[in-house]
């Protein structure tokens, strides 16, 4: 036998006022629904819950009994509801790459930590970023994209062009801005086989017919900008890389340049929308 928490909470009420008339006023209910209400109740528990005295209405035994269990059923939600309400929130999940922590999000991450906010960092690139965020275990993303995707909601928050770096004592570090034609049979720093900015620069040289050659591949872009500076070839980069005075920046002309957008869903809380307006 099943005693639905609703019909609990009415016969609390009519318990209380002994009275159909304020009971279903109180529940916003019509008398008839809640004299039905209570004559299901009586047929499922198989006793009586009231007897009329006169004009007065009086709880039977079993109707003081189940008004007891009623109200002691209301106060433990009630205090179940309260812990739950007072527990602190779960952190929040923000998902980038390793370049994207070190050059461009370290401000507003040092800002919104010192408000006392919970935060918890992962690493990820593009798609790893993207399914997070998608799939719930990520509450935001920031990373680059060359087109960002409908279903989520990414706002712009920097481009940079891509940049040839090199040694001082290179042939090109006197240029004021390079193309890709003059990295013609040079051996560069690049990424690993397969990472997206490696894949764009292979398709690029290819479509210009250019040779080139891999001098080292590194993860991650210090450890580029350390092969660079101990001269085992130029790299080229996004514009956002920090170097020393050692290395000279040159942009590529002929490159698009590199977008990064913070990625939410459409469902975001107002601690999202906190962390999103403290990033962009």
């Known amino acids: 036998m099943a005693l639905v928490a609703e019909d609990l909470e009415a016969f609390a009420v009519f318990a209380r006022h002994r009275n159909f008339t304020h009971a279903a006023a109180e529940l916003h209910v019509s008398q008839p629904a809640l004299h039905t209400r209570i004559r299901k109740l009586e047929q499922r528990l198989g006793a009586s819950l009231y007897v009329k005295q006169?004009?007065?209405?009086?709880?039977?035994?079993?109707?003081?009994?189940?008004?007891?269990?009623?109200?002691?059923?209301?106060?433990?939600?009630?205090?179940?509801?309260?812990?739950?309400?007072?527990a602190?929130?779960?952190?929040?999940?923000?998902?980038?790459?390793s370049g994207t922590y070190l050059y461009l999000l370290g401000d507003?991450?040092?800002?919104?930590?010192?408000?006392g906010r919970d935060l918890r960092l992962r690493t990820g690139d593009a798609a790893t970023t993207l399914t997070a965020v998608r799939d719930g275990s990520a509450d935001i993303g920031v990373t680059a994209l060359t087109?960002?995707?409908?279903?989520?909601d990414c706002e712009l928050l920097a481009q940079y062009p891509q940049t040839l770096?090199?040694?001082?004592?290179?042939?090109?570090?006197?240029?004021?801005?390079?193309?890709?034609?003059?990295?013609?049979?040079?051996?560069?720093?690049?990424p690993?086989?397969?990472?997206?900015?490696?894949?764009?620069?292979?398709?690029?040289?290819?479509?210009?017919?250019?040779?080139?050659?891999?001098?080292?591949?590194?993860?991650?872009?210090?450890?580029?900008?350390?092969?660079?500076?101990?001269?085992?070839?130029?790299a080229v980069v996004n514009g956002s890389v920090?170097?020393?005075?050692?290395?000279?920046?040159?942009?590529?002309?002929?490159?698009?340049?590199?977008?990064?957008?913070?990625v939410t869903r459409g469902d975001r809380s107002?601690?999202?929308?906190?962390?999103?307006?403290?990033?962009?």
């Open 165 to 190: 770096i090199a040694r001082s004592d290179h042939r090109l570090a006197g240029r004021r801005s390079v193309r890709l034609k003059d990295l013609q049979d040079e051996a560069l720093v690049v």
């Open 192 to 234: 690993p086989k397969g990472r997206p900015h490696r894949q764009q620069l292979e398709r690029s040289m290819l479509d210009q017919g250019l040779r080139w050659s891999v001098a080292v591949e590194a993860e991650g872009w210090e450890l580029l900008v350390h092969f660079v500076r101990l001269g085992i070839g130029p």
């Open 270 to 280: 107002d601690r999202v929308n906190e962390l999103k307006g403290m990033l962009l």
């Open 147 to 152: 087109v960002p995707p409908d279903d989520l």
């Open 88 to 97: 602190p929130p779960r952190p929040l999940v923000l998902v980038a790459g």
């Open 108 to 115: 507003a991450l040092r800002g919104f930590l010192a408000k």
């Open 54 to 86: 006169g004009r007065l209405l009086r709880l039977t035994e079993v109707g003081e009994r189940l008004a007891a269990f009623a109200n002691d059923t209301r106060d433990r939600a009630a205090e179940f509801l309260a812990t739950v309400d007072a």
């Open 242 to 262: 920090r170097t020393t005075g050692a290395v000279r920046k040159i942009p590529v002309k002929d490159l698009p340049p590199v977008r990064y957008y913070v």
